[in-house]
């Protein structure tokens, strides 16, 4: 296991799994790391200029989205990450917006699959309405930060 973890754009998934210990989907890959989930995201924000806080306080800016927050992670490629529960909840897991096909409701069950490009799927315990709105928040905030740095209108 590893005790840092650089997010990339193959970065699928950061998922908590209790107080030091996170599953990672990668496109190739998949991993644990000896790190919570929330400190991963908290220093791979630092690396590009601002702390998980300051990317919260940016994402409320640029969109009045104030809870279950979705950050930019790093801004030249629009990597936006949401999270499916309250960020420094255990089992949270942190979804890369850009590596996302389709998102698909089980029938009379709260368990949503999220189906990657690369055909990786991820199954979580949620609402499909809970992942739909975290999903568009996440839309939202890539959608703003590609108008600013791109000039669009």
Known sequence: MNNYYKITENTLAIISMGENKTHILEVNDEFYV???AYKILDKNCCRYGSSYAGRCEGTKFLTGVAYKQPVVVEEDNSTVFFPTKSPKTRGCAWI???NIKRIVKEKNKPIVKIIFYN???LTLRTSFYSIENQYKKATLLESVVKNKYFGEK
């Open 119 to 121: 055909g990786t799927n």
């Open 96 to 98: 890369n917006l850009t």
């Open 34 to 36: 000896n790190e919570n």
